[in-house]
């Protein structure tokens, strides 16, 4: 698969790591479907990809929503014929223990709330699903070569306080295989799915915190420094023109380690 001439849709695609990978993608020539939530965001990202010459449409959609996951296919194939790589960008987090206590009584003082859960599993994990399995149909039916990069975590292994955020990228972290293997099942040899899960990566909420947090959490990291979305994205181009990345999960993180040097 080549990146130039490719139609590429990334959810979450108006921040962070999603929008390193739309420009990634464009300046390597291939048109873009920039999916996100908040609509003044997707309008900046267009406007500085239309600057640059790039093909673009951007959708605001709701992830977790069935119809408006139809309608951002459906968009992406109007505007450009054919869908050949899907990445699963878009993600929230609502960090909190399952059961807090208070100090003086022993007892719980607080559960982590049901609408916790809910939103990160819904928007991560069942959001994820929606943007994959619709794309592969569109995919499946066009007949073009194909690819989907769910995005899990270096969290998917288990981090104290992401309990919903955990679960949700290790359930990710496995799709790969299994919608592969049902790939293979049914026949579909056109459509490959390579998982990515980042480590520490320098976005806006790692950047803007406690920079003593900050360090304690970068001396765990071999390299010493945050991972920077271009370098995901350049890792997400690669997968596409490597065909033989295919039903794995790629972890991306500077060698992010557990104290005392145990690799994560």
């Known amino acids: 698969m080549q990146i130039k001439g490719s139609v590429a849709l990334v959810t979450g695609g108006a921040s962070g790591i999603g929008e390193a990978v739309v420009k990634h993608l464009v300046r390597n020539g291939a048109k873009v479907v920039v999916v996100d939530v908040e609509q003044k965001n997707i309008d900046r990202v267009v406007n500085d990809i239309k600057e640059i ?63 916790k859960w809910k939103s990160v599993i819904d928007v991560d994990l ?17 007949g073009q070569d194909g690819l989907l990069v769910p995005i899990s975590s270096v969290n998917k292994v288990g981090q104290l306080g992401q309990l919903n955020y955990s679960s949700a990228k290790a359930a990710i972290e496995l799709m790969p295989k299994i919608i592969v293997g049902e790939f293979l099942l049914r026949g579909i040899r056109n459509i490959r799915c390579v ?60 060698g992010l380690c557990y104290p005392r040097g145990v690799a994560k």
């Open 126 to 142: 069942t959001g994820t699903f929606l943007t994959l399995r619709d794309a592969a149909e569109a995919m499946a039916n066009g």
């Open 195 to 254: 998982g990515i899960a980042p480590g520490y990566t320098e976005t806006a909420m790692l950047t803007r915190m406690n920079q003593e947090a900050l360090k304690a959490i970068l001396a765990d990291v071999h390299i010493g420094r945050l991972i920077k979305p271009e370098e995901i994205a350049d890792m997400i181009g690669y997968c596409m023109t490597n065909t033989a990345l295919d039903a794995t999960t790629i972890e991306i993180t500077g």
């Open 53 to 115: 010459g790039g093909e673009v449409i951007g959708v605001q959609a709701d992830v977790t929503s069935e119809a408006d996951t139809a309608r951002f296919i459906d968009a992406t194939l109007t505007s450009f014929g054919q869908l050949n790589v899907a990445v699963t960008c878009a993600g929230i987090i609502r960090d909190g223990t399952m059961l807090s206590m208070d100090k003086q009584t022993g007892k719980v003082a607080k559960k982590l709330e049901f609408e």
